[in-house]
DNA sequence: TTATGTACATACAATAAAGTGCGTACAAAT
DNA sequence: ATTTGTACGCACTTTATTGTATGTACATAA
């Protein structure tokens, strides 16, 4: 849980505030979300399916994302209320329209080589 | 420091190692790379300037940042070896040409009211 | 002469994010 | 009768990030 009132907090509250760009990154930041849009970017996934698209995330860390894109509006749930249970997950207008900004960063990446850049410095052997 | 072998460091490897996008997100995500970016997108600042128009940012944390950031290419950094100290940091090419990428987030942020969507959850009354 | 400003460095503490290992309930397949 | 699969929940540990409190060296201003 978070601590409120921490500096830390604090922080990252003021600069949400007024700027687009740290209200995203507040939202989609950390290591799966981003992912978890662009895989859902062409179709609905179900959770199993989604899980095995996206190597090495785990259950927990699978769940507690997506409810937090629920939440937030990226992503809407469809749970069909089934024994087992199946659920599907998609990406709701805001998520979609989000894609577009993907694809600028993708772009972006690939014409000036980020890949190799961060490998470079990062390693990958 | 990092723990090269945790599985946290090694999927943090894993997704920058294929994706352009990871790959960015791993130079410039944090809580005050993109700030210093955004500042320094029309004008060079010296150290303290820049201190002072990000509003609480620590000295540790600025200077981290930016050394950072010179590592990996985004901003260059002019000492002019005088006493008082006097340094100057601008964007790099590849600084700039992301600036085109931010402004990118920042526009679509706007025009989905991003702000308003974060403080609605995350609180700023 | 004490304070202020510059551009840092560093030990340490606090906070946040990510990962591990379990358990649930039911159904169909082996 | 045991295993496999689905979609989670939760307590706990490990890593990572951010912040706090200092100190440095020299110079000019009050």
Redesign the interface.
Known sequence: MRKQNS?NA??????????????????V?G?WK??II?NLREKSFRYKELQRSI??ITEKMLTQQLSSLV???WVQKKDYGEIPPRTEYSLTP?GK??I???E???D???S?N??G???A????E
Chains 1, 2 share one sequence.
């Open positions: 500096t604090l922080n990252e509250q003021q600069l949400t505030f007024n700027c687009p760009i740290a209200s995203t990154l507040k939202m930041g290591r981003l992912i662009w190597p090495n939440e937030d509006g805001l329209s989000f577009a900004v993907l600028h960063i993708y972006w990446g690939k000036n980020i890949i850049i961060a490998n410095r990062y390693g990958n």
